[in-house]
């Protein structure tokens, strides 16, 4: 925005990259990530590859999860990229915008998330 100088945060045609990465020293099982946008909401497919988790049922989904389809070990320092988030300019406007990622493994209840 010229005005404000502020660059937004995803233009037409933007996507995002996400790359997961085991920086420990043992390998991780189960891996989940799940992105929670606040100030913004897409439909239940805009994402393939990610399940929409969460809703507010007049605005749309605005958090959203990554399972591997099948047990995948993330061995250390072996770096695997996740679904590409493909944005349009529509999504996301002038306003702020916070997103909340977590990442965990190994022993987690995936019911509970």
């Known amino acids: 925005n010229k005005k404000t100088n ?28 799940q992105i929670d946008f606040k100030g913004a909401y897409f439909k239940e497919n805009d994402f393939p590859g990610w399940k929409a988790i969460r809703h507010v049922n007049a605005l749309g989904w605005f958090g959203f999860q990554w399972l591997p389809e099948e047990n995948i070990i993330i061995h250390p320092d072996l770096p695997m990229q996740l679904p590409t988030m493909y944005f349009s300019g529509k999504y996301i406007d002038n306003i702020p915008l916070e997103i909340t990622i977590t990442m965990v493994a190994d022993r987690f209840d995936k019911k509970n998330i």
């Open 6 to 33: 502020i660059v937004s945060d995803c233009r037409p045609l933007t996507e995002w990259y996400l790359i997961l990465e085991n920086v420990g020293k043992v390998s991780a099982k189960y891996p989940v990530v």
